[in-house]
């Protein structure tokens, strides 16, 4: 079985995290979105919440699952015995950040990371933006799956 994980913080999920993991499916027998905990970080919304968007977001998808993490990634690769990480690609300034993450996991571990284009529709979305125009009761909704919904 083809196993990667797809991590992040999903500080909410967006559709550009969905066209990865939707595209990712194709390539993977199953795909376990991994909602890393930070204990230093702030989150706009709970862990339960994150996990709930991404769940409903992909109910009746068998080969996505969703799991939470802590500690390094590629620890929790070697603990489900995922043999990928899949990542997404906006810009230049992701590859050079996500080329030394993928080099310093493939040093710490087995890992192979595969990397896909954002698709120019989503190129431009990023968690940070959505909770910025969540602040400010801009809409949202066009930047994130249905089930993400603040009240």
């Known amino acids: 079985m083809k196993r990667a994980i797809f991590p992040g913080s999903f500080d909410p999920i967006t559709l550009g995290h969905y066209d990865i993991i939707k595209r990712g499916v194709t390539l993977f027998d199953e795909i376990i979105v991994a909602i ?10 709970s862990l339960e919440e994150r996990k709930n968007f991404i769940e409903d977001t992909f109910a009746g998808e068998p ?3 969703v799991m939470t993490y802590e500690g390094l990634t590629v620890d929790f690769c070697k603990k489900i015995e995922a043999e990928f990480i899949l990542r997404g690609l906006r810009n230049p ?31 431009y979305i990023a968690s940070s933006i959505v909770r910025d125009v969540i602040r400010n ?3 949202y909704t066009k930047l994130v799956p249905i089930s993400v919904r603040v009240q």
Request: proline content about 2%; overall charge neutral; aromatic content about 10%.
């Open 36 to 45: 890393g905990i930070n204990a230093d970080k702030k989150y706009m919304f």
């Open 93 to 123: 300034a992701d590859f050079e950040f996500e080329k030394a993450i993928a080099h310093t996991n493939r040093d710490l571990a087995p890992i192979e990371t595969v990397f896909l284009l954002t698709s120019a529709r989503t190129s």
């Open 137 to 139: 009761n801009g809409d």
């Open 63 to 65: 080969k996505i699952k």
